[in-house]
């Protein structure tokens, strides 16, 4: 048996979703294991073109198990609006082959309520949150003020407890923010319309991971954003709230214990940045705008255009590391045929000298970006199989920044379509 996590490297968006979806062909089971629906995976492939938020990518293939780990943010309404969409698309979900961790807390529905009231309390001082909840149910999470999957199963007991927390919380809402409280009738409509949906799907996942380990089965653990969002190792406060690490698949999967043989890091050929924060090696103006344009950077989730700007070798490397990255797979390079030259962050400048590591993230809003000049290839790569094929400047690309990050490159993916991959290996 072998297992793999695939996991972003720079700020989420890196294409993680195409990188499952391609590989979950060699994996038994599929485990999202962290973070919610506030991001979003593009999937396109003989079935259509999907976006994924909480679901699994592994959804596509019958044969597939697909779990949605303990450490997931578990949305019972964006879920099953997700579901519901995907199966509106052919895709067929069953418990057999889509399975809820019992053990996952339940985003609840003033989690949405209160992110949006945080940012607007913010106002110009916002952190850009997609406003999913997904802040406030972790920090509740922590302090164990959610309710687990597994809860539904004991509907008394559910609806005392939720009354409990309610109570809490309505003390945020109403006193904090001014907002309106909420009403008992209010969650048994919730768990009525939304908990009542997912709640054929809840079962002991850690039980059916040991099972799957036992018959030799592989197992791939998909993670979403990347290394600069983690809530540790990312650049705080632009973080998300949980692990986007491999190191946290084990704990948010409901297979503490298991050992990850290969850790894929995704990197897209340029860089892209949703939301607030220091990005040092952005882009402006023009330049901007087409790289934006030709890359098609706009949320998935939000359809915000996203910040954009040339590879970013510093942060890469720091990616590279938190991972634990054993390959990398290099994502839409057939975006970058447009350009004359192609311009790589090598270095950053921090009080006048240049540095080549990630500095703390205070010192991140002081660095410049040191840009240096590749040769442009200026033709179509998308048809293109092998890597000996690419024109030599791609060839070039590919090796230079797999040597300035310190980690193989086996994928080279050179359009959003299943098989628009390059294998070197
Ligand atoms: P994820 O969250 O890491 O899965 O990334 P997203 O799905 O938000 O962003 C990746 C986007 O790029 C999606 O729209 C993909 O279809 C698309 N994509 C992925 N790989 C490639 C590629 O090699 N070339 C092009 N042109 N698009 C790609």
Redesign the pocket.
């Known amino acids: 048996m072998s297992n793999c996590a695939i996991v972003?490297i720079n700020w989420?968006?890196?294409?993680?979703?195409?990188m499952v979806d391609l590989l979950t062909e060699k994996y038994d089971v599929v485990v999202r294991f962290q973070g919610g629906g506030n991001?979003?995976?593009?999937v396109?492939n003989e079935k259509g073109k999907f976006a994924l938020h909480l679901l699994p990518s592994g959804i596509f293939r019958n044969e597939t198990i697909n779990i949605l780990g303990n450490g997931v943010a578990m949305d019972p309404e964006n879920l099953w609006n997700e579901m519901s969409t995907v199966m509106e698309q052919g895709i067929e979900l069953t418990p057999d082959n889509f399975k809820i961790s019992d053990r996952a807390s339940l985003l609840l529905p003033w989690h949405r309520d209160l992110d949006e009231l945080e940012e607007m309390r913010l106002a110009d001082k916002k952190f850009g949150s997609t406003k999913q909840g997904i802040a406030p149910f972790y920090s509740d999470k922590y302090q164990k003020k959610t309710i687990l999957a597994g809860e539904l199963f004991y509907p008394e007991h559910l609806l005392s407890h939720l009354a409990d927390i309610m109570e809490w919380k309505n003390l945020t809402l109403t006193k904090v923010y001014g907002a309106k409280p909420y009403t008992i009738e209010m969650l048994k409509e919730w768990i009525d319309t939304y908990c009542a949906k997912i709640k054929p799907f809840v079962c002991d996942t850690g039980a059916v991971l040991k099972q799957a380990q036992k018959e030799g089965k592989s197992i791939m653990f998909e993670a979403q954003l990347g290394s600069l969002r983690d809530l540790d190792y990312g650049i705080h406060p632009y973080t998300t709230s949980s692990n986007t690490t491999a190191a946290y698949a084990p704990i948010g999967s409901g297979l503490p214990s298991v050992k990850i043989d290969d850790i894929v890091g995704?990197v897209k050929a340029y860089s892209t940045c949703v939301g607030e924060g220091p990005f040092v090696c952005e882009m402006f103006g023009e330049e901007a705008e087409q790289l934006r344009k030709e890359?098609?950077e706009y949320g998935?989730k939000t359809g915000r255009p996203r910040r954009v700007g040339p590879i970013d070798i510093v942060a890469t490397r720091y990616g590279v590391e938190v991972q634990g990255a054993t390959e990398i797979a290099l994502?839409?390079?057939?975006?970058l045929s447009y350009m004359d030259k192609i311009p790589v962050c090598t270095k950053y400048k921090l009080d006048g000298e240049e540095i080549d590591y990630f500095p703390f993230p205070v010192a991140l809003n002081d660095c410049e970006p040191v840009i240096e000049y590749m040769d442009g290839w200026k033709s179509d790569v998308t048809a293109i199989r092998k890597f000996e094929d690419l024109p030599v400047q791609a060839q070039e690309y590919v090796k230079y920044v797999e040597k300035a990050i310190g980690c193989p490159i086996t994928y080279v993916?050179?359009?959003?379509e299943r098989d628009?991959i390059i294998i070197r290996k």
């Open positions: 972003g989420g968006d890196e294409g993680k979703g195409r991001a979003g995976h593009t396109i995704v890359g098609f998935a994502t839409k390079l057939d975006v993916s050179v359009g959003p628009s």
